[in-house]
């Protein structure tokens, strides 16, 4: 039998807290939980999108959706195929399209797998302005939990970049407490949870324990994209409100474009039943902030 490595204490901690979760269901379902507005402003501000997909084979639809009025700055993010060069040409696209676009944050990518090129890559798009740094653990084919993923992560965070960690993707819905893991171990580095963890976004609530603990899950956000379409009109919607209510300062807005347009994905958010305060940090305040704007 093979050797199993115990948790470290961060990933029991996760374990522990998702397991009270799951007994006590009154947490999602109890008079506790604040009941969905009858009636809710629309915030109509400037929008930070920080999740939409860059195909350079259609760079005319990608620039049509960033031209939306209300968009202040959209993340163009790619995911990165094994072999440096490959790497390095997907990078310096999206790194041209930031140049000449105005509106565009260039969300890079490596695979953490090409070592120490994937660091000297990390080095290089740093250097020409990229401030995002997109991982895939399922669709890129690597295992979180390997030395080289925390060395990426770790150099992205010197270099000042935010890690945007794919989390809801159908291959790994368990990604989630690895991710925790790994946000322990990089302590400087801001991590965005792609998706909020998708279906099993009741797990983040996690977060709002370990941040009691002094210094812990302070570099971990949400990304909200693709839950608004998925669930503002079922019956668990309140349960994402409750979740999104425990740390509204951590939600960040995503399109999920091509998906979503950016347009439709704002549409869906509103149906969530947040309030426009709420609304506002989710969709600009708390990027704006991250990002210095």
Known sequence: MPYARPLSYPARLVVVALV??????????????????????????????????????????????????????????????AGIANARALN?????????????????SVHPY?????LEEIDRSAAAGARLLAL??????????????????TRAGDRGM??????????????FGRIVELASRAPRTRIVVGHMALTRFLDTAVISSLRRRPGWADNLFLDLSALPTLFAR???VEDLQWVIRLFPDRVLFGSDYPHDSTAQALDATELLGLTEGEQSL????????LLGL
Do not use: H, W
Request: hydrophobic share 45%.
């Open 136 to 153: 895939d653990g399922a669709a890129q084919r690597f295992d979180l939990a390997d030395p080289r993923v925390l060395d990426v992560v």
């Open 20 to 81: 009270a979760l799951t007994l006590v269901p009154t947490a999602c379902a109890g008079p506790e939980k604040t009941k969905r507005d009858k009636k809710v402003e629309r915030y109509g501000g400037p929008v930070v999108d920080l999740r939409a997909a860059y195909d350079p084979n259609d760079e005319e639809s990608f620039l049509k959706n960033a031209a939306n009025p209300r968009i202040v700055k959209v993340a163009a993010l790619v995911i990165a195929p």
């Open 92 to 108: 310096d696209r999206v790194l041209d399209l930031q140049r000449r676009e105005a509106k565009v944050l260039a969300c890079v």
């Open 162 to 175: 935010m890690v945007l960690v794919e989390s809801g993707s159908i291959g790994d819905l368990g990604a």
């Open 114 to 118: 090409d070592g120490p090129a994937a």
């Open 234 to 236: 079922s019956p668990i």
């Open 282 to 289: 989710i969709e600009y305040a708390n990027a704006a902030k």
